[in-house]
């Protein structure tokens, strides 16, 4: 959460032409309302089902970015669909880092009660083998601002050959 997937994946996805999609905006979209009012309405687990559905249907498609939730990890479904349909790359942030840039967000549910830093911890410790586990790539985002953190990902996945350096648009 405030990794930077979405702010990175947009910019990315300009610079290079391709069709940007945030998981959790089709779903916003899709459900006619806000993801802290799905949370109230369904809990944690009603989101997470529907959630689901959406990273399997957006994952058959081709030529686009996708910027997930932070949770998509959780399921293993959602974690071997974005592996094998898709190249992933992990943004890490530590969790200090992701408390400071969050600490004035209202839209996070899970960050709403109590203490959004020790929540943060806990998330890190139960995510990051997750994430490490769905991605091909790992990206820290600790100093660079979104603009050169979108270059690091462009360049690590022109390498990768993921991506054609003949497609930007910079
Ligand atoms: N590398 C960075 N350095 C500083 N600020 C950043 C960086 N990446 C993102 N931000 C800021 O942090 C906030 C959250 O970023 P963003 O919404 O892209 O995170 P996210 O990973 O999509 O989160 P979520 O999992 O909740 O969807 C935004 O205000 C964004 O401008
Ligand atoms: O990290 C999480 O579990 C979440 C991150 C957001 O992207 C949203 O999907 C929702 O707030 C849950
Ligand atoms: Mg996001």
Do not use: W
């Not at 930077?4 to 089709?26: C, N, P, Y």
């Not at 899709?30 to 009603?46: D, K, P």
């Not at 994430?131 to 790539?137: G, K, N, V, W």
């Amino acid at each position: 959460m405030g990794a930077g997937k979405t702010t990175v994946g947009r910019t990315l996805a300009q610079r290079v032409g391709l069709r940007f999609i945030d998981s959790d905006h089709e779903i916003e979209r899709e459900q006619g309302c806000t993801i802290a009012a799905l949370f109230s309405r369904l809990g944690e687990a009603g989101f997470r089902e529907i959630e689901a559905r959406a990273i399997d249907a957006l994952t058959q498609l081709d030529g686009i970015v996708l910027a997930t939730g932070g949770g998509a990890v959780l399921r293993p479904e959602n974690r071997k669909a974005l592996h094998e349909r898709g190249t992933v790359v992990y943004l890490r942030a530590s969790p200090d880092d992701l408390a400071h840039r969050l600490r004035n967000d209202r839209n996070r549910p899970l960050l709403q009660q109590g203490d959004a830093r020790a929540k943060l911890h806990e998330l890190f410790r139960v995510r990051d083998p997750l994430y490490r586990e769905t991605a091909h790539f790992v990206m820290d985002t600790g100093r660079p601002s979104p603009a050169l953190l979108t270059n690091m990902v462009q360049m690590q996945l022109e390498l990768a050959g993921v991506l054609s350096a003949a497609d930007r648009r910079d």
